[in-house]
């Protein structure tokens, strides 16, 4: 990107003073990100992708609206909000964004300094400090009104819909692969019904609405440098209303595991209970004493589900022409498909397992 376009958009934040220097941040894929720095400090700078979110007013304020209130719950619970919470520096007019002349739009972050992102565990401990981030931060956010937040992505976990969209792109058969995909349409097809569970559940008053973070991935937690303890989940573009048990469920379908994502060898791929159980374990520990029994009970869906659905993503754009997903090769996506569906299946193999989890917690809870 020209030094001059971001040079024109920082002119926006001359309070922070001078700047030393800015370079690309990150590993992100959405976003444009710089780590900015002054004399003073350091922050960070992203030019905000618009083609994924066009609703860039109701973007910023609900990032804005849960990270002051994540700071106010952090204070009062005498911890350090600038180590622990995110915060949206307003440009000179008090404005949450800025476009440059290019309409381009830009907004800056604190940067949380001593911190560290991992793109991958290490360790069972590295695994349970995600859950736990991503649990405290339902914690936290509990009386947050959820109505109050736009949908950046609508319909974004409404697995109900992603089916449709798939059955639609079998109709449509836009890049004649419908006939090599047969097996894969067909395991979608009888997890049909599985797809509304939770809808329904929702639809029916048994699961409530809470502020989710809808990418609930080990980068989106920063650590400290030296206890390499939870601090603070970043990344709250998709933050909306959502349900506990999709949360929970992504940190699953990410970290649950021992393959890559994309995996040619199926037979490299393995659910690892044990370490779903970490998550449980994490997750709760902080969530635990918020979360309705009922959603306790639904963290096995959770993970099946939002499993389950990425790889219908997958699948659906692959059908399509593999415009969504990046990809580097051919099938790619089919194959990230296909590795979403043989952790489904391993889930449903030990789903006994997986749902004493959550009775193991609600019994020792009850004593």
Known sequence: MEKEIIEQALK??????????????????????????????????QRINTNTFRDVDGLMSNIDEVTSFLREKTLEEGKDADREAMSVVRCDDGARYTRDDQGN?????????????????????????????????????TSFPAEKLSETIPQFHDTENRYRNFEQAVAEDKMGRVALVQQEIEFLRQRKEDCSYMVNLQKRGQLPLRVTHNDTKLNNVLLDETTMKGLCVIDLD???PGLAANDFGDTVRFGANDCKEDEEDQSKVHFLLDLYKVCVKGFLQEAGPILTEKEIMTLPWGAKLMTLECGM????DYLDGDHYFKIS????NLDRARTQFTLVRQMEACWDEMVGASKEYLDAKNQ
């Open 12 to 45: 926006s934040w001359k309070k922070i003073g001078e700047v030393v220097e800015f370079i690309p941040y990150g590993s992100g894929h959405i976003n444009d990100t710089f780590l900015v720095t002054t004399k003073e400090k350091q922050y960070i700078l």
């Open 105 to 141: 739009c830009w907004r800056m972050l604190s940067y949380i300094e001593h911190s560290v992102c991992l793109q991958k565990a290490r360790n069972e401990q590295d695994l349970f400090e995600c859950a736990a981030a991503f649990g405290k931060f339902q914690y936290l956010l």
């Open 238 to 240: 998709t933050v909306m």
């Open 313 to 316: 993503r997958f699948l659906t």
């Open 329 to 332: 090769r051919t099938h790619q």
